[in-house]
């Protein structure tokens, strides 16, 4: 996936530059497994972004420096109905309903 990382590009260009990405390229650079679950976090005012839900730490922020890159699976998992929160507490509540998992350190 090309790298777009440390630019300062405005919306527009995120976009159009995001739409270049083929879908199976943007499926694969989200690290996700069964203890790493992606959804979208997009708390009030704010746009959205990637997170996980990782089963030894519970929610996990993503630290992306390339925004074209979050921009594209960001609207990838909205396009294909990942979780969606607008606050930590929708996440809690969604994780303790939905058996994602929780796990001490000395599980495997």
């Known amino acids: 996936m090309k790298s777009y990382a440390h630019q300062d590009l405005d919306l527009k260009k995120i976009k159009k530059y995001a739409a270049e990405f083929p879908e199976a390229e943007i499926a694969a650079s ?4 069964v203890d790493n679950i992606p959804f979208v976090f ?20 993503v630290l992306d420096e390339d925004p074209v890159r979050s921009y594209a699976q ?3 998992l909205i396009r294909t109905g990942a979780p969606h929160f607008l606050t930590f507490e929708e996440i809690d509540a969604y994780a303790a309903n939905n058996g994602w998992p929780k796990k001490q350190r000395n599980e495997s």
């Open 30 to 33: 989200i690290d996700s497994n």
């Open 74 to 76: 960001t609207q990838y």
């Open 42 to 61: 997009e708390p009030s005012g704010l746009p959205p972004r990637l997170m996980f839900w990782n089963a030894f730490n519970g929610i996990m922020s």
